[in-house]
């Protein structure tokens, strides 16, 4: 573990983090972090959300826009997740949006400027999400 992720593995009662504009490229373990709730990512250039594992069973809000993300995979753990910011990531395919569906505390979600919007009319776009995943209650401040 480097540097930064000996650190960060030291606050263990922390339960906001903002790690925003950083040019993080790839998150270290946080595994230790078990009482993070919200965790602030935006602004780097993250491209998976593979190290979500270890805090899915606490973390409720994920803010993770203008990243280089394609696929959702990693967040299908996190049980207790009710807000996502992703906007402004890579996400092309609606396959990817099906991952959310498995989420029941998924209120509201953020996914503004990804390519998949390209896919449908602007005016279809929520719809058509919240068809793939239902228990969404806000869609792009909707």
């Given at each position: 573990?480097?540097k ?5 593995n ?7 983090l903002?790690?925003a504009?950083?040019?993080i ?6 595994g ?8 602030s990512l935006?602004r780097?250039?993250?491209r998976r ?8 069973g606490?973390l409720?809000?994920l803010?993770i ?7 959702l ?12 910011f992703?906007?402004?990531n890579?996400i ?7 991952k ?8 509201s979600?953020?996914m503004?400027?990804n390519p ?6 602007k005016?279809?776009f929520?719809?058509?999400l ?8 806000t869609?792009?401040?909707?």
């Amino acid at each position: 573990m480097d540097k930064m992720g000996e650190e960060l593995n030291q606050l263990v009662s922390v339960e906001k983090l903002s790690l925003a504009t950083n040019l993080i490229e790839r998150m270290i373990s946080l595994g230790k972090l078990r009482h993070l709730r919200i965790l602030s990512l935006g602004r780097n250039k993250i491209r998976r959300l593979a190290f979500l594992e270890e805090i899915s069973g606490s973390l409720e809000e994920l803010w993770i826009s203008y990243n280089l993300i394609e696929k959702l995979d990693g967040l299908e753990k996190c049980s207790k997740l009710n807000t996502l910011f992703i906007a402004s990531n890579k996400i092309h395919q609606w396959d990817e949006t099906n991952k959310l569906a498995c989420l029941p505390q998924l209120k509201s979600i953020l996914m503004t400027g990804n390519p998949i919007a390209l896919h449908c009319q602007k005016e279809d776009f929520i719809p058509h999400l919240v068809r793939r995943v239902p228990q969404l209650d806000t869609v792009n401040g909707k």
